[in-house]
C-alpha cells in the first residue's frame, strides 16, 4: 500500500473519527443543555412576572422545567434543569436576594428543593424509559404481526395457485375424479365425470351426488356411505 493510500485512509478516518465527535457532543451536551435552558428559562420567567402576585417562596414552575426538561431532553437535559434551576432558586428567590449566600432559615428550604427537583427527575425518566419500552414493545408486535399476517396471505396465495394447478391438472387426464369433503358431502368432480353423469358440479353438491344412481341402489349406497364414514373405512363396490 502506498503512502498516498496511507494518508487518505488516515484523513478519512479522522474525519469520520470528527464527525462521530461532533455528533457525540451536541447529543449528549449540547442539545440536553438547550432543552434544559429553554425549559428553566420560560419558568424563571413566569416566576419573575408571578412573584408579585403570588406568595413567596415561588418555586413551582421549576419543578414543571425539570420535569419537562428530563421528559423531552432524556437524563442529561434533567441534571442540567436541576443545577440550572438551582443556581437561579438560589439567586433570585431565597433570602438573601440577588446573592449565592443562603441563610439558614432558608438552607432547608433550598436543599428541600433540590431533592424534590431531582426526585421529580427521576420519577420522569422512569416514567420517560417505562413509555419508550412499552412504545417499543407495541411496534415490535406490530411488526411481528406484520409479518405473520404477510407469511398467511403469501401461504394463502401458494394454496390457491396449488389448487389452480390441481384443477388444471384433475380437468385435462381423461379419468373420471371426484372429492368429498370430511363430512361426506361431495365437493369437486372433473369434466369428464359430468359428462359421464350428466350433472354440473353444483348440482352434485352434497349430497346431490346420489341422484346419480338408480333409486333402487340409492339407499343401500347411501346407508354403505354412512357407515365407511362414521368407521373410517374404504368403500368398494
Same mark, same amino acid.
Given at each position: ?10 484523513? *478519512? ?30 419558568? @424563571? ?17 421549576? @419543578? ?64 420517560? %424509559?417505562?413509555?419508550?419500552?412499552? *412504545? ?6 406490530? *411488526? ?12 394463502? *396465495? ?5 389448487? %389452480? ?48 344412481? %338408480? ?23
Amino acid at each position: 500500500m502506498s503512502a498516498e493510500s496511507d494518508t487518505r485512509i488516515t484523513s *478519512r478516518f479522522t474525519r469520520l473519527s470528527a464527525d462521530d465527535a461532533g455528533r457525540l457532543l451536541f447529543e449528549d451536551v449540547i442539545k440536553p443543555f438547550a432543552t434544559a435552558g429553554t425549559f428553566v428559562l420560560v419558568a @424563571f420567567l413566569w416566576t419573575l412576572l408571578l412573584q408579585q402576585i403570588l406568595a413567596y417562596p415561588l418555586v413551582f414552575l421549576f @419543578f414543571g422545567a425539570v420535569m419537562g426538561a428530563a421528559w423531552f431532553g432524556g437524563r442529561m437535559a434533567g441534571f442540567f434543569s436541576v443545577v440550572l434551576s438551582a443556581i437561579l432558586v438560589a439567586y433570585f428567590f431565597v433570602p438573601p436576594v440577588f446573592s449565592f449566600t443562603i441563610d439558614k432559615a432558608s438552607k432547608s428550604y433550598f436543599v428541600a428543593y433540590i431533592v424534590a427537583s431531582s426526585a421529580a427527575t427521576l420519577v420522569t425518566l422512569m416514567k420517560r %424509559h417505562t413509555e419508550a419500552a412499552i *412504545r417499543q414493545a407495541r411496534d415490535e408486535l406490530e *411488526r411481528r404481526v406484520a409479518e405473520r399476517t404477510s407469511e398467511l396471505e403469501r401461504s394463502y *396465495r401458494e394454496l390457491q395457485r396449488s389448487e %389452480h394447478e390441481l384443477r388444471v391438472l384433475t380437468e385435462a387426464i381423461p379419468q373420471q375424479i371426484w372429492s368429498a369433503a370430511p363430512d361426506g358431502g361431495f365437493e369437486y368432480c372433473n369434466q369428464h365425470l359430468r359428462q359421464l353423469v350428466g350433472a354440473t358440479e353444483p348440482q352434485l353438491r352434497g349430497d346431490g351426488f346420489l341422484r346419480i344412481f %338408480h333409486p333402487e341402489d340409492r339407499e343401500l349406497f347411501a346407508n354403505a356411505w354412512k357407515n365407511a364414514l362414521q368407521s373410517v373405512q374404504r368403500l368398494e363396490g
